[in-house]
């Protein structure tokens, strides 16, 4: 192994993406967001010395309550995603599986000609 080896960077392998286990983990983010915002709520609605004001009200609303909107919709999108691409793959491989028994049918189709063929010179002869 060559000194220049060390410092070059491997290429990454692309893994697939289990589609449950990324659903999972978005749902567990936007549950967690959609847990604080309701606290943050209650404590507002509840009053007293430590509840927050309503700028902190408005900013939690504003970046906990956006933000699980935002990480449910990129994850609808990527799951959207996965699937079409899954699909395009399903579909590639049935046309692959369709070519490839057309050709077995054209070369079986051929194979009972050249016999028929070989049985028609044998009653000649």
């Known amino acids: 192994m060559a000194f220049k080896d060390l410092f070059r960077k491997k290429e990454k392998e692309e893994r697939p993406i289990n589609m449950t286990t990324l659903i999972m983990v978005r749902l567990l983010a936007v549950g967690y967001c959609l847990y604080c915002l ?3 709520i209650q404590m507002y609605i509840a009053g007293g ?4 004001s309503i700028w902190l009200l408005l900013l939690g609303i504003l970046v906990l ?3 699980s909107v935002f990480v449910a919709i990129v994850t609808v999108r990527k ?4 699937k079409a691409a899954e699909r395009e793959l399903l579909d590639a491989e049935d ?3 369709a070519r490839l ?3 077995a049918e054209e ?5 009972e000609e050249d016999i028929t063929d070989e049985e028609d010179f044998e009653e000649e002869a």
């Open 38 to 40: 309701w606290q943050i």
């Open 49 to 52: 010395e430590e509840a927050p």
């Open 107 to 111: 070369d079986s189709e051929a194979e």
């Open 65 to 67: 309550g956006g933000g």
């Open 101 to 103: 028994a057309a050709e």
């Open 95 to 97: 046309a692959e599986l």
């Open 79 to 82: 799951v959207l995603q996965l």
